[in-house]
């Protein structure tokens, strides 16, 4: 069997390209950077550490390769040859492949007797599907249009294991070496695969799918951010470092019951097994070994206060199921005032305007701005927490 993995960085090859390997695949990985494409097809396999608190253990994924992701005939060769394959790029890289893949599924279609192909894409963007779907019915003729309606499936994932950058120190001996945390469960969207479903290791086939996309962004990256925006408020430097501070914990847990509130209404899903999964990640996100810093996952304002993203999108649901999100607010507030991003620099008038698309008027956007008045004027955590309750 075969396997086409389309990025080969943390999540290609710390999460996806390991689960691919480990249940049978031939995996050929591609990608644009030239030392880890030269050191995939010299080795042929890579070291994959999972680390807990205080050990770890490792072991190598093997039967790999990479193709040149510049090179769109060799990118085209493997997917026409593929069984499956799946995308972990990154949101803003995404626009870079559409040609690559849409040559790959001619090529493929030149076979009559190939079988569907399903694509899982594995990024943090709500409907990625559908997304990626229409933008590569661009590149295809009519005729080819209706194959990719019945011979592609695009199959959303959500990835919950978390994979910090990776530091020299954790590459020690093996730049190919990817750290990562234990937790291993892909969930995917059970309702858009085309044909057979291709037997991959732990993953979970589940529809209605869009419960576990909201959980992933509402629940995990939500509070993760938070997390990150006090850290930083704090002036520390790790999420373990924050996370451990018990007046962060409370406000980072209280922030993602709301939103687990609302998920719960919206969904139908009983509240006990989505709290359950809220004091799962407290826990993890005190990994230390993880090494994740507030810096890295608190970046990119522009995206993560878009009114679809984790910090609003979160507070947006809660609004329509008729929860006050009083805690997602702060966590709002505390994202507008996050030093490393220079979107911070702007007024929070104008980012809750023009960024969050919230009306200063409403209960939500009275709320932001008066959170965010308390950390202008050095409130401090438990300062922020009595003001919130």
Known sequence: ????????????????????????????????????????????????????KDTYE????QNVSCVDGRDQNAVAEAIAEADVMAT????????????????????????????????????????????????IAKLLTPEEQKLLDEKVGFVEASIGRMVPVQTDEMKGDNPLRVCVESYGV?????????GEIPPIKNMLPFTPFEFYIERKLFIHNMGHA????????????????????????????RAMQQSGIALAAKHGVPYIEINDHVLDLLNRFGNRQ???????????????????????????MCVAQGVTPRYICLAAAAAMNFKYD?????????????????????????????????????ATVQELLAAVR
């Open 290 to 316: 993880l090494g994740d810093t507030v810096k890295r996952v608190g970046n990119d304002l522009n995206r993560k206060l878009n009114p679809n993203d984790r910090i609003i999108g979160a507070l947006n």
């Open 1 to 52: 069997m075969k396997a086409v993995m389309y990025g080969a960085g943390n999540i290609g090859r710390g999460f996806i390209g390991q689960l691919l390997s480990q249940s049978g695949y031939q995996v050929a990985f591609v990608d644009v950077a030239e030392p880890v494409i030269e050191q995939l097809n010299a080795q042929h396999q890579y070291p994959v550490r999972i680390l807990y």
């Open 88 to 135: 972990a790029v990154g949101v803003n890289v995404l626009k870079f492949i559409f040609g690559n893949i849409a040559a790959g599924l001619k090529k493929r279609w030149q076979d009559p007797s190939k079988k569907p192909l399903n694509i899982i894409i594995c990024e943090n963007l709500i409907g990625a599907d559908t997304y990626l779907k229409s933008e």
């Open 226 to 253: 938070f997390t990150a925006y006090l850290g930083s408020l704090m002036g520390l430097d790790y999420i373990w470092q924050a996370i451990e501070d018990p007046t962060v914990e409370l406000l980072v847990q």
């Open 58 to 61: 490792e072991s190598m994924v």
């Open 342 to 378: 220079e979107v911070s620099q702007k007024p929070a008038a104008e980012l809750l305007a023009d960024v969050c698309k919230i009306d200063a008027a409403s209960e939500a956007g009275k709320l932001i701005l008066a959170y965010d008045a308390l950390i202008k004027n050095g």
């Open 186 to 194: 892909l969930p995917v969207d059970k309702a858009a695969f085309k």
